[in-house]
């Protein structure tokens, strides 16, 4: 049977497996972070798609090389090499330092066994030259056609100095290189066809929910991503009766900021007290979030704090308003918050019950005088 004949099986079947490891790797990343929101974490869907996409594609190779490794066929798997490079490099963008590069490359041959042949050095050097030059061209995205022929043409000269270093030293012929090369091209192609299409549903669909789920003008969680939060953190804190602390509070006197100052001295003042309670509960707690359910009025949930637990953090949230700097258009404004706070009780039956008792703390807050933290 000649070449020709005995590649298209293999080619087909190659193909149906890239997009199997394509497919696998978007699920499990997006299992990943689904789980991660679960257990009450906020995390960044690219960083654990980057992260997670590195570690995925080092274990696959690995595998794969280890099963041939001491086989006259090791050069078997140089295609799917390349196309976990590009994208690695391309389509991830991962910041790999040196010595994670040289590292990697030194357990890599020492598991196939090649750290005594100088040419497997020319090999490494070459991987890590594409991996470089993948890189650049992701950073200078221009229009889709132009994209696709960035990407394609330096994948592919790099590609064929690799076959050509690869047929050298394990003689293949030269119809077995050409195939090779077209089998690259058509891996290469499917992947940047495929993988950027997830990318732009996953880049449409990140919009979409940072749209749904964080205001506008302050960039904090808004009253909808409160409410599923709310929901879900009542739900949790009853069942394993953990402690739920619910802070209200509002900007003191924001009407007349609109009516002295005008309205975008307003939303200056919504959006600088967004920033700087971000920036404290960072400090104080990273699991905290910050979300503006009404017009002047937003929210932070203590999942795990007891009332005594969330009160010094709360009088520091309401010291640090009252203390800043508020300057727009030449004018100094003075800020403070008026706070209400209660904790969930066991004789809270609905969500309702627990956030009207934070209203009215708020609303007595207000009534006596502005300024002040009441809790009960």
């Known amino acids: 049977m000649t070449w020709s004949h005995w590649f298209v099986a293999p ?3 190659s193909l149906f497996f890239l997009l199997g490891v394509l497919t696998l790797y978007w699920f499990l990343t997006n299992r990943i972070v689904r789980l991660l929101q679960k257990f009450g974490y906020h995390p960044d869907p690219e960083a654990v798609r980057n992260v997670f996409g590195l570690l995925y594609m080092i274990v696959i190779i690995f595998g794969l090389q280890f099963s041939v490794r001491d086989s006259a066929n090791s050069w078997v798997f140089s295609n799917f090499k390349i196309f976990a490079v590009v994208f690695v490099s391309y389509f991830l963008l991962m ?3 040196w010595w994670e590069t040289i590292g990697t490359i030194l357990i890599y041959m ?3 066994g090649t750290l005594g042949i100088p ?3 020319i090999y490494a050097g070459v991987y890590v030259a594409l991996f470089y030059v993948m890189k650049a061209m992701r950073t200078r995205k221009q229009d889709h056609w132009t994209d696709y022929f960035r990407f394609i043409i330096p994948s592919l000269i790099l590609s064929a100095i690799l076959w050509a270093l690869i047929g050298f030293r394990f003689h293949l012929t030269t119809i077995n290189i050409l195939w090779e090369m077209l089998f690259i091209f058509l891996l290469l192609s499917m992947m940047y066809l495929y993988v950027d299409s997830l990318m732009t549903g996953a880049a449409t669909l990140a919009q979409l929910t940072y749209t749904t789920n964080f205001d506008e003008l302050t960039h904090v969680n808004n009253y909808f991503a409160f409410k599923n939060d709310f929901e879900e953190q009542f739900a949790h804190s009853r069942t394993t009766n953990q402690p739920l602390t619910l802070m209200l509070f509002d900007i ?4 007349q900021v609109n009516d002295t100052y005008g309205h975008l001295a307003g939303d200056y003042v919504l959006s600088h007290t967004a920033q700087l309670v971000t920036k404290q509960l960072g400090e104080l707690d990273e699991t905290l979030h910050l979300y503006r359910t009404g017009g002047e009025e937003f929210t932070i949930l203590f999942t795990g704090y007891t009332t005594e637990q969330a009160a010094p953090l709360v009088h520091s949230i ?3 308003v009252r203390e800043a700097h508020f300057s727009h258009d030449g004018h100094q404004i ?3 918050i008026s706070v209400g706070v209660t904790q969930l009780r066991t004789d809270d039956d609905q969500r309702v019950d627990i956030f009207h008792r934070a209203d009215s703390n708020l609303y007595h807050s207000k009534q006596t ?3 002040r933290v009441t809790i009960q």
């Open 334 to 336: 003075s800020i403070s």
């Open 95 to 97: 910041d790999i330092h």
């Open 318 to 320: 309401a010291q640090r």
């Open 252 to 255: 003191d006197h924001f009407k």
């Open 110 to 112: 020492g598991i196939n």
């Open 369 to 371: 005088g502005r300024d």
């Open 11 to 13: 080619a087909i079947t």
């Open 119 to 121: 040419l497997s050095w």
